[in-house]
């Protein structure tokens, strides 16, 4: 009677397999680990723009300052229209 623990005397050609599964629980757990630990610095993940929170972007900086009042309406669409210029249209579908 043959097993799968004896195929004509030896180990079967299932006995390949127990390498394959341990090679991708390494690989698995590398990429695993690296994942966590650039994620913990920043990695890919960062933000752009150095680190800043996206609520201190300039166009949110310029919004606040219009809803409180610092600034009037014309005043705020000069320096829009200037924030435009610099950096896109970011934000209104167009590329960056």
């Known amino acids: 009677m043959q097993t799968l623990a004896n195929w ?6 299932w006995i390949l397999f127990f390498p394959l599964i341990w090679a991708v ?3 698995s ?10 994620r913990g610095r920043g990695g890919p993940w960062r933000a752009l723009d150095g680190g800043r929170p996206a609520g201190d972007s300039p166009l ?3 919004g606040r300052r219009f809803a409180s ?13 200037v924030l ?4 896109g ?3 209104k579908g167009g590329a960056a």
């Open 8 to 13: 004509d005397g030896g180990p079967g050609p």
């Open 89 to 91: 249209r970011v934000g």
């Open 69 to 81: 009042g610092e600034i009037d309406e014309d005043e705020y669409w000069r320096r829009l229209s």
């Open 60 to 62: 949110a900086v310029l």
């Open 25 to 27: 629980v390494v690989i």
């Open 84 to 87: 435009e210029e610099q950096f």
């Open 29 to 38: 757990a590398v990429t695993f680990l690296r994942r966590t630990a650039r």
